[in-house]
């Protein structure tokens, strides 16, 4: 996650590469790259060829707008260009689109936006279907992708990523407010011009595979305790994928501390 999840802006000194490297350097540790959880047959394996298992896949899979234009040119998931942005030998030549539209209200929403400023878009929109206090970026983070220069919309659901040639050139919204004590459209409108739109609504569990293997979901995550205990014996999950967390990765790090004491306890007992 910091070494692929996290904007550029936000890392210093390849602190991700050198924590990894000592990590590595503590012995008794292998690392196996390229390898895919894909199956209930896979999850299985690990069981029979392991005393414990910690599952600590996050939440992989993106969310779509469900909108028309959602393929055009120029459209792309956020979590995508920060992956990008920091596996680019040169970061400053990643291409980046003149006026760009943020979809979403997250963390990841602030980072894709702020990103966009400093590697030099001329506007950058953020967009939230909501109010302020709902949005999952902290107020510090609003805060500071304002300071960049990101203006802030709320209340504006997408409903169609315009297109010319095949290439996005702007976002329709429809304007959101509460009525009766439910959140409708207004069928008032808006259309903000973009060359480049980021998709961050959130991110999901790939939920399939677990669910044949007996664990119990719910809300889209994994049920288990706060020591990552789950109803199967021997298998243990953390960070994003378990339910109760709040996507943040010092979270995510004590989920790992706390699972590595209940599964000593496990082997031992």
Request: proline fraction near 2%.
């Amino acid at each position: 996650m910091n070494e692929y999840g996290l904007a550029t802006y936000k890392v210093a000194d390849d602190f991700a590469r050198r924590e990894l490297d000592w990590l590595l350097g503590v012995g008794q540790i292998t690392l196996k790259t390229g390898w895919r959880l894909e199956s209930a047959e896979q999850l299985a394996a690990l069981r029979r060829d392991f005393g414990a298992v910690f599952l600590a896949v996050g939440l992989a899979t993106t969310q779509g707008l469900g909108i028309p234009g959602e393929d055009l040119a120029g459209v792309r998931d956020a979590v995508d260009f920060i992956a990008d942005l920091r596996q680019a030998a040169d970061p400053a030549q990643l291409p980046i689109g003149r006026r760009v539209v943020v979809i979403g209200g997250g963390m990841t929403a602030v980072d894709a936006a702020v990103q966009s400023r400093l590697l030099g878009a001329e506007q950058v929109h953020m967009v939230y279907r909501r109010g302020p206090a709902t949005m999952g970026a902290s107020k510090a983070e609003q805060d500071w992708a304002q300071t960049h220069g990101v203006t802030l919309h709320h209340w504006l659901v997408p409903e169609a990523v315009l297109g010319a040639g095949g290439q996005a050139v702007g976002v329709r919204f429809n304007r959101q407010a509460w009525v009766d004590g439910r959140l409708q459209t207004t069928g008032l409108h808006e259309t903000l011009a973009a060359d480049m739109v980021f998709k961050a609504i959130g991110q999901k569990l790939d939920t399939g595979l677990l669910h044949d293997f007996g664990l119990t979901l719910k809300d889209g995550r994994i049920v288990a305790d706060d020591d990552g205990r789950t109803g199967v014996s021997g298998l243990f999950a953390g960070g994003d994928c378990r339910l109760g967390g709040r996507d943040l990765t010092v979270e995510a790090v004590e989920d790992g501390k706390r699972a590595a004491r209940a599964i000593h306890a496990h082997l031992m007992a």
